[in-house]
């Protein structure tokens, strides 16, 4: 079966932790189109094992150089341009995150190889279904070199084990890196505010919140809440400071693919729509009728948000208890 | 691969910014029905790219402003039309342009756009040694955001993709910059040359001025075809490409939608709606 080399960058997270939605996404693809080899950076350790060896894979290529940590990105390219070399994958699967695409794309180099972004459907032929142009097109795109890099948006598969479980053996590699690799170094590192809710890209559910909230974050926290779900903000609600960029829908911001999203007070421009658009479910609430928003809304209330929201977050804890 | 410059300190800067025309997202997109290329005619400068101009401009003018030698110089590979992205970045307050045109260059992917960008900068690093490549985070058309570190890659240069933030040590020596990632911010430093993609977070774009309108019709575009950087038409465009696309369709339309206007119950419609769709 064809190998199809997967990368795990585990150089910040802390041993024992869970693999992200994410990653058991891209997991689920390699093992369900081939032979699935993780190259980690960072450390490993016996939950991760024990984790991989459910989505049937059995080798686990580890570096736990420093350079992998002390420079930006480019060593971690190296690092899979030789695994890919010493595996002979046909493929390599990788977030469709900033990080993912500067990877890929530095990979494609090495490697002579093709790259496709924003993946959201993959079939055994390697053939890649994108949307492009904000989501108003599909497109099906492959790679004509040998290799294939891909990097593939969360929520396109459901989670799934593979059907015989193996044990994930770890053989530790040094690679070279090229010089070129080591010039952008980080000089400080700064955790950015993590919330108790679910990652913006891989959540079931969207409350997004935008100007209408005039600062007041506070409605769209309580029905996120109410409904287990991630918290996102147009861009006017960002630069205003109500809420910190990382959470920013958008063209610039976070592409999200959500079961729901429930848009709040958000107008709806061509760029917010470019981040969310292709969500299955769109709920809408906007006190101007004409708010474009309403044009790919499922369901849309013309109303005060104050007022709708208060009660609907209500409305769910009372059928809920 | 070569160093474009190895650098002098208190000389001259000297910034390539890469800008791209690109369809006015303003109006609908289309793909064309047999090619799949993109539909150009209503296009504009990406506002993306604005980004990286008006990071050039500021920089320039932190180290030297305007009696220094320094340029800033807007770069662009498309068809003829593409050059209103380049006048428009003279308006702005780019100091020379350049224009990258020709048929071969067609249907070339983030990876053959990347080859003929990278062998363009090395043509006019032997004119001017180069310091800084700027991009935009993505173009607002192609959306992969593969060419800044492809080019980097290419040239072997420091590459600094998507910061927020970008300034310049006293010196001239040292480029220091900021990337916020998901779950942290990263402070950088490198050394110049580098090439440097800045987020839309990084400042605020000014506006070509009457001034601004004047001047740049005295300024220089100058432009350029493959053979005059003696570059093989078979490493661009389509057959430099290493990705195809298969088939392209517009999305299905999304069916229209309910839209109750709210007389007190909305909330709780909304609530019954979500179980409807077994969504609670
Ligand atoms: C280069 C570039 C990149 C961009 N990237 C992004 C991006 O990634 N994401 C993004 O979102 N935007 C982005 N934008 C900005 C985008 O163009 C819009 O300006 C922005 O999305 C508007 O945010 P908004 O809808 O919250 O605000 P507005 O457009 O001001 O809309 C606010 C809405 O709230 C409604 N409202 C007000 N009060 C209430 C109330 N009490 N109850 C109910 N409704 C109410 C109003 O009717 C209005 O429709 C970008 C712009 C540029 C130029």
Known sequence: MATILLFLDRTGTAAGSPLSKVSEELLTLAHT???????????????????????????????????????????????????????????????????????????????SAGVITDVVGLDSELVAEKSVLAGEYNVRARVT?????????????????????????VETVEVPFDAASQQVRIVQRSPRAVSGRPALEDARVVVAGGRGLDGDFGPVEQLADALGAAVGASRAATDAGWIDHAFQVGQTGKTVSPQLYISVGISGAIQQK????????????????????????????????????????AEILRRRA | MQR?????????????????????AQFDRRLAEDSHRMDRSESILSELDEYALEAALALSEQHGGKNSENTVTAVTVGPPAAVAAVKKALQIGATAGVHLSDEALAGSDAAATSAAIAVLIQHLGTQTPVDLVLTGMASTDGETSLVPAQ??????????????????????????????????TLELQASLPAVVSVTDQINEPRYPNFKGILAAK????????LADLGLDPALVGASGSWTEVLDAAPRPARAAGTIVSDTGDAGIQLVDFLAAQKLL
């Open chain 1, 33 to 111: 189109a081939g032979e699935p080899v993780v190259a980690l950076a960072g450390p490993s350790d016996d939950s991760l094992l024990e984790q991989l060896g459910r989505h049937g894979v059995s080798r686990v290529l580890v570096s736990e150089q420093p350079e992998l940590n002390d420079y930006l990105l480019a060593p971690k390219a190296d690092f899979l341009a030789h695994m890919v070399i010493s595996t002979g994958a046909c493929a390599v699967l990788l977030e469709n995150s900033a990080d993912g695409k500067d990877l890929a794309g530095r990979l494609g180099i090495a490697l």
């Open chain 2, 151 to 184: 080019l980097a890659a290419r040239l072997g240069l420091a590459q600094l993709t998507q910061v927020s933030a970008l300034s310049l040590s006293e010196d001239g020596a040292t480029l220091m910059a900021r990337r916020d990632g998901d779950t942290e």
């Open chain 2, 218 to 225: 005295k300024k220089k575009v100058t432009t350029l075809t």
């Open chain 1, 274 to 313: 470019a981040g969310m658009q292709t969500s299955k479910v769109i709920v809408a609430i906007n006190n101007d009728e004409d708010s474009p928003v309403f044009e790919i809304a499922d369901f849309g209330i013309v109303g005060d948000l104050f007022e709708v929201l208060p009660q609907a977050t």
């Open chain 1, 145 to 169: 070199t040998a290799t294939a890099i891909l990097t593939v948006k969360a929520n396109i598969v459901d989670v799934v084990a593979a059907e015989t479980p193996v044990t994930a053996a």
């Open chain 2, 4 to 24: 474009l410059k190895g650098h002098v300190a208190q000389s001259a800067l000297n910034i390539i910014v890469l800008i791209k025309h690109v369809p006015d």
